[in-house]
């Protein structure tokens, strides 16, 4: 019984995970040859993440990553958007300094280049790959 339970979360998470893993895989390989509008950015900050590393006790250090966290409006043929990434697979820092960076980066600019998918106008990154 253990077995078939095992095999069956093995089941659900491959159909969960695959295809949205496909999905970014296919935005990253693609996004470089999206076509571009001017968006704006609404909101833009700094998130930091602790991870205990696998297997650890929970008085081990922690490993800190920092997420540049976004969003931002656009519009296609006259139709309001609003985006969430920076980049497909997502955007994250090893040092508070170097995600400052570049968040003055976005922050610093009047208006940024959006990268939209011509078929799903929803789907759209700011750094394309």
Do not use: C
């Amino acid at each position: 019984m253990q077995k078939l339970l095992t095999w069956l979360f093995v089941g659900i998470l491959a159909i969960v995970v695959v295809p949205r893993m496909w999905h970014e895989f296919q935005d990253r390989h693609h996004s470089g040859t999206w076509p571009t509008v001017e968006g704006n950015l609404t909101d833009a900050y700094i998130k930091e993440v602790v991870n205990n590393t696998s297997g650890q006790s929970s008085h081990s250090p922690h490993q800190h990553s920092f997420v540049l966290v976004v969003e931002y409006s656009y519009r296609v043929h006259g139709r309001e958007y609003v985006g969430h990434r920076v980049r497909a697979a997502g955007m994250s820092y090893g040092t508070e300094k170097r995600a400052k960076e570049a968040l003055d980066n976005f922050k610093s600019k009047k208006t940024i280049t959006v990268y939209y998918d011509p078929k799903d106008p929803a789907s759209s990154v700011l750094i394309p790959g």
